[in-house]
C-alpha cells in the first residue's frame, strides 16, 4: 500500500508529540502501531455514531428479518 504525504504528515506530527511527552521509551514498530490504533479509533467511532444516528432516526431493519431474508436467499434451514 503507497503512503500519501498526508499520512505522512500525520504521523510525523502524532510521533514528534507522543515522543516529546516524556514518557517511556518506545520502539518505531510500536509507535507505528500506536499511531495506526489511533487512527483506525477515529473511523471506528465515526461508523459507531453513524450507526446511532440511523438507529435514533429508525433507518434499521430488525435483525430477525434480515436474517429470515438471508436463509430464503440462500435457501438456509431455520435453525
Known amino acids: 500500500m503507497a503512503v500519501t504525504q498526508s499520512e505522512l504528515d500525520g504521523f ?4 514528534s508529540k507522543r515522543i516529546g511527552m516524556g514518557q517511556p521509551a ?6 507505528v502501531m500506536e499511531w495506526e490504533s489511533l487512527r483506525d479509533r477515529d473511523g471506528i467511532n465515526a461508523a459507531i455514531r453513524e450507526g446511532l444516528a440511523d438507529a435514533e432516526a429508525r433507518r434499521h431493519r430488525p435483525a430477525g428479518a434480515v436474517l429470515e431474508e438471508l436463509r430464503q436467499k440462500y435457501r438456509l434451514s431455520p435453525e
Not at 510525523?12 to 510521533?15: D, E, N, P, V
Open 26 to 31: 518506545i520502539t518505531f514498530d510500536e509507535l
Open 12 to 15: 510525523h506530527q502524532f510521533a
